[in-house]
């Protein structure tokens, strides 16, 4: 899992919820349920004073993680990105978006490569 910190464009549902992805120049769509959790960060790093009843998004950052797959209508990738290839052999993407909730931003947080560490593995039968 790598961690980062990069600007991601995210367009959401009218609920508020990723629904399609833009990054290194390619669309992703979310195949997937995305689910919302918030994770405390150091605000007083940050912010000089904390005002009296503020708390979701200055105490806590709101975390999604999502699952997608290349944009049907998305162009063909560099095969030197991160997904470069055939899109229908392509293992979902699960990544880790954090929105800053004063702007509206969204940064990529964490890349999940469970699936290319499991294809890597060695075979338990040999």
Not at 46 to 51: G, I, L, N, Y
Request: one cysteine or more; charged letters at 25%; a negative charge.
């Amino acid at each position: 899992m790598g961690i980062f910190s990069e600007s991601i464009d995210v367009v959401c549902t009218p609920a508020g919820r990723p629904a399609e992805i833009r990054w290194q120049g390619l669309g992703y769509v979310v195949c997937a349920e995305p689910v919302r959790w918030y994770e405390r960060r150091q605000w007083w790093v940050e912010e000089s004073r904390a005002p009296l009843g503020s708390g979701a998004g200055l105490v806590d950052h709101e975390i999604w993680r999502v699952q997608l797959e290349r944009s049907p209508e998305a162009p063909s990738p560099d095969p030197q990105a991160p997904w470069g290839g055939d899109a229908a052999a392509e293992p979902l993407l699960t990544l880790d978006l954090v929105r800053h909730v004063g702007s509206g931003r969204w940064r990529l947080l964490r890349i999940h490569d469970a699936a290319q560490s499991q294809a890597t593995e060695p075979d338990e039968a040999a």
